[in-house]
């Protein structure tokens, strides 16, 4: 009984994030200008914040020559160590 309870519980607990509409916007500065990018849907804030900087990375690398797809992966990988100034909000709808 209990552990139907428990499993119950952590379904309801799992599926509170993606029932409703959330957003993340964010903004990469560095010394080439400020990129934004917003990521929408129903899922996960730990998701949408990835997409939404995948996507802010892939605007400042749309200049880039060669490979976009490794300039986005540096960027990130940057950004997440602090070598790039980035900036996300997230907040539901």
Same mark, same amino acid.
């Given at each position: 009984?209990? *552990?139907?309870?428990?499993?119950?519980?952590?379904?309801? &607990?799992?599926? $509170?994030? @993606? /029932? +409703?509409?959330?957003?993340?916007?964010?903004?990469?500065?560095?010394?080439?200008?400020?990129?934004?990018?917003?990521?929408?849907? *129903?899922?996960?804030?730990?998701?949408?914040?990835?997409? &939404?900087?995948? $996507?802010? @990375? /892939? +605007?400042?690398?749309?200049?880039?020559?060669?490979?976009?797809?490794?300039?986005?992966?540096?960027?990130?990988?940057?950004?997440?160590?602090?070598?790039?100034?980035?900036?996300?909000?997230?907040?539901?709808?």
């Amino acid at each position: 009984m209990t *552990r139907r309870y428990l499993c119950s519980a952590l379904l309801l &607990a799992a599926s $509170a994030g @993606c /029932g +409703r509409e959330n957003q993340c916007k964010s903004e990469l500065i560095d010394d080439s200008g400020k990129f934004e990018a917003v990521a929408k849907g *129903r899922k996960p804030e730990a998701e949408l914040r990835r997409e &939404a900087l995948r $996507a802010a @990375c /892939g +605007r400042r690398c749309a200049r880039a020559e060669g490979s976009a797809e490794a300039c986005v992966s540096r960027c990130v990988v940057d950004a997440d160590a602090g070598k790039i100034g980035v900036r996300i909000t997230c907040g539901g709808r």
